[in-house]
């Protein structure tokens, strides 16, 4: 029996990729279009059909890829969530190398997270208004891997005898945390009036009373 061919030039598998580079660049002509918008107007000044009109596609296009414009924002910051990362991650292991305490590395990361945090807020109202970082941190983008990078850092401190002994680190992850989730952020820069370098010398100090020493 012949062989048959299910992917023939200029056959089904042909016009399925096109499809697929059609979706790819409709998802990207829309996050550059939002990018725009939301520099030149404010993420909150700027509705989904606003989005589609200005990036020339249907609604029904702009909602096959995003459900929400939380779902838009959290995926206009994947870049800089990757960057971010790989930044904190060579950051680890050059202190590391150096020998740096674990405890003053978590200081620094959260330092790192109060600026990364001050300059997305407005994305992240958005991702959380959508109902996408509520709850446990460790099963909502984008705290999780905040979290376990803070985790893995307080473990990592007191395997070195770096920590005060029987302190419950799962509870000291989050709450660590805590004041950087978005609503909590904002309150304290725009409410209290706190400016992000005494938020970061305050969470700084929170993590050097961790080590139970004079």
Known sequence: ??????????????????????????????????????????????CMAEIAEAAGVGK??????????????????????????????????????????????????LTALV??????SPLLVEVERAGMIQGDPRLNLPHFWQYITVSALLRAAARQGELAPGLDLDYL?????????????????????YSTERIAAGLSSLVELLAGRE
């Open 1 to 46: 029996m012949d062989r048959i061919d299910l992917n023939p030039a200029g056959g089904v598998g042909t016009t399925e990729r096109h499809e697929r580079a059609d979706a790819a660049a409709n998802r990207a002509l829309i996050l550059r279009t939002a990018e725009q918008l939301f520099r030149e107007r404010g993420v909150a000044n700027v």
């Open 60 to 109: 029904g296009t702009l909602y096959r890829r995003f459900a929400n414009k939380g779902e838009l924002c959290l995926a206009l910051m994947d870049t800089q969530m990757a960057e971010f990362q790989n930044a904190m991650l060579n950051l680890f292991a050059g202190l590391t190398a150096q020998g740096v305490p674990y405890r003053r590395q978590l200081a620094r990361f």
């Open 115 to 120: 600026e990364f945090t001050e300059m997305h």
């Open 173 to 193: 992850g989050e709450a660590l945390l805590a004041p950087l989730h978005v609503d909590t952020f904002r309150f304290q820069r725009h409410v209290r009036g």
